[in-house]
């Protein structure tokens, strides 16, 4: 269902490698039917026009149909759609990240109900297998924590504004002229389509149905080009970050910029490209990396699920897994005054006597204690002294709102300008290894 | 079977993870005996004297022992193991990857006869679940390469090799005495042991059995450190390489240490990491990081593999797939002479006049196309003349037979040493997107 980028590669994939699936699996798909709204759209795709429906019913009343692809995306009718091919008794293959983030917990339960199951490792990551990463290979590991660059438009955008220089609107201006940002860039450059990413992608790790609401998000499309250069200079590397930690108090669930040591492995991925960290307790540091969008690295993700349904080896763990999102308690989340990380802060101010002394009184009311501290050199000539120049300070580990609390402080200082950028720094995760 | 390093890890977790996984999986686990030669290496792993035996015969006689895990290592009495257990009708999870590149067709048609699952996950790479990739994440594509650093005692004396300019000798020596590399490292440092792994998954990548006859092997342990210097100053990163390419005319595996670019992912993996990069022709590039090695990321693996032989979804996929090299043909491999790429070569040579004009009219005659030349300055002293000084040559695409025969060649013209290094050069790997 749905003849777009993704359905369009996946229906030549099941139209054109039959032959070739046929001697890797004894599982032998083809394609039954492709429903769309406009002939048109399925036509331009290949797809042979004895094939093409423009009624899903027609699938629904179809006995030789075994599985359900939904790539129509969007939540409403989509979510019709698959509601009803469950409820006919057939799997469902979806990449539906949004309706899987809002909609899960029943999603999963009508499949349940049905006897039928619902493979999605299409809706993260692309074609990278982070879902069976998370489902499979590393199910003997309890998961402390994920960190995952989840949007390839907004990791291109980053990279050309870390590699060359250019302003947000710049690059978001290349992005769409490359086709990787589309007209209205929203839910990729505002955080929403990784937010989605990462509530299933958490909930899977810790067997914690994930609410949305409970992911703060901030996108990529207020960030100021001195703060990435600024965090350059000082040997990080901005990133768009999707994470979900989990300790004994809860789990903290979240979507932001935020340097990385260049270093650390996720600091390497440039351009459209996504990975995601994970970090088990027996497995240590794995890292997945793969083109996260486009029509055919998604594709390769759908067809696998069709694969491992017509196999039997996703209903079987489909059935016996009870970490999906129906069968897990609502997610627990650590205390905000618990979480303690380290900041990057830039203020402006003039370059006057005294203010230096002015702010670090404040951040030392607040207990703040500073790690490093970076104003460039400026010409000792009388005019210079009231143009604001940029202060930038990282702090040790404090709590967020302790932070906002001071910095409102400081900004309402004499000779202090009114706006300051606060960005997190997260440091390697560590390995927590029992043996 | 076994309780040394990973066998150790592995039942710890089995031990002390059964609440944690029946919250988990609907599959109760537990660990039912423990067969080692010695009850102490048992008892100092914690494991209660009551599980221990002596004999092995004890679980094959067991009707409530389900799965075996050999985790004796060595081929003979491994062998004998994985057979008689399967023999009497257990699945077996195994991370002896000589055994199955030695001796993979044979066990696999064993385990198939007996009606029951051969499972080896922790068998290469450690904790990374590559081989799930390979099986079932990846199944729609057709793969076109893999390129592995799956060695990670030999990455760890390239990773001191680059950073710290070590000798072969002086890294060995400290990977020794962290523990990463045992007293005789032989295995582990000639490539035998990324042999066996790149065998395992190329068969299981181009459903072709591979035999270990089939793959030149180089390992590190002739390395200079000169050469690892020229390539880092010429923007390559020395690693040892396991891949496995595969064209309309066959396939070609190899264990080589080969220069890649700095900018490619697999030039970042440092230290005692793996990382296998796989290229399909749906998904494009896809890479797989994690420890490769040592107790507990091991563990991790060979735990997944028994948690998906319980819940039902690895005898699934054992049943259905038809890439497993028991019912696959034998690697037909590309003719040598069609194998082109480029490579980088140290001659030794006196700074005299003509020397140079010798060198590159042999190159010439065979007609071998030079890509860049190096040559630092000499001081220009009488003396100098007669020190042999390095000259380095990158070549462009050419056969590998017919460079060692003008290099032959060549180093036996005067004023030249007889000795010369010769490493590929891997260039970045396509990505052959059908959409």
């Known amino acids: ?30 394609l039954r039917k492709v429903v769309v709204r406009r002939r048109e759209s399925a036509l331009d795709a290949g797809v042979p026009s004895e094939l093409i429906s423009l009624d899903y019913r027609d ?6 149909v075994g599985i359900v692809v939904e790539l129509v995306g969007g939540t409403d009718f989509a979510g019709t759609l698959i509601r009803e091919s469950l409820q006919a008794g057939k799997h469902v ?27 999605f490792e299409s809706s993260c990551g692309g074609g990278i297998p982070i879902i069976r990463a998370l489902t499979d290979g590393l199910t003997a590991n309890n998961i402390d924590a994920i960190y995952g660059i989840v949007n390839g438009t907004s990791n291109f955008i980053l990279t050309e504004m870390i590699e060359n220089g250019m302003s947000y609107s710049e690059a978001l201006g290349l992005a769409q002229e ?22 299933i992608m958490g909930s899977l790790a810790f067997g914690e149905a994930v609410a949305l609401e409970q992911i703060p998000v901030k996108g990529i499309d207020t960030l100021q080009s001195e703060d990435v250069a600024f965090g350059s200079e000082m040997g990080y590397v901005i990133k768009l970050i ?20 260049r270093d650390h492995p996720l600091a390497w991925i440039s351009g459209a490209f996504n990975a995601i960290s994970v970090y088990g307790h027996s497995v240590g540091h794995t890292m997945y990396y793969g083109r996260g969008a486009g029509g055919s690295p998604t594709a390769s993700a759908v067809l696998a699920d069709i694969l491992s349904i017509a196999n039997g080896s996703y209903p079987a763990l489909f059935s016996s897994l009870l970490t999906w999102p129906d069968l897990s308690p609502g997610a627990r ?13 830039r203020l402006q101010l003039e370059d006057r006597a005294g203010i230096l002394a002015g702010v670090t009184r404040v951040l030392a009311e607040y207990d703040i204690s500073v790690s490093s501290v970076l104003q460039h050199e400026v010409p000792d000539v ?11 300070i990282t702090t040790h ?24 950028s606060m960005i997190p720094i997260l440091d390697e995760h560590p390995e927590f290894q029992v043996w």
């Open 59 to 64: 699938i629904l009343r179809d006995e030789d």
């Open 382 to 392: 009388p005019e210079s002294h009231e143009t604001p120049v940029p202060l930038v």
């Open 397 to 420: 580990r404090v709590e967020e709102a302790k932070l906002t609390a001071a910095l409102e402080k400081i900004t309402r200082l004499d000779h202090i300008g009114g706006r300051y």
């Open 333 to 345: 989340l650590t205390p905000a005054d618990h979480i303690l990380r380290r900041y990057y802060i």
């Open 242 to 261: 999707a994470s979900a930690t989990r300790s004994s108090e809860g789990s903290f669930l979240r979507v932001e910029p935020a340097f990385i040591n």
């Open 1 to 30: 269902m749905g003849c777009g980028t993704v359905g369009a590669s996946a229906a030549r994939l099941l139209l054109n490698d039959r032959e070739t699936r046929r001697t890797r699996s004894s599982a032998d798909i083809y």
């Open 178 to 199: 490359s086709g990787l940002a589309e007209a209205d860039p929203s839910l990729d450059v505002n955080g929403s389509d990784s937010a989605h990413k990462i509530a």
């Open 93 to 119: 293959v979806t990449a539906n990240k949004a309706l899987l983030a809002h909609e899960g917990p029943e999603l999963f339960q009508t499949a349940r109900k049905n006897g039928v199951s619902l493979a």
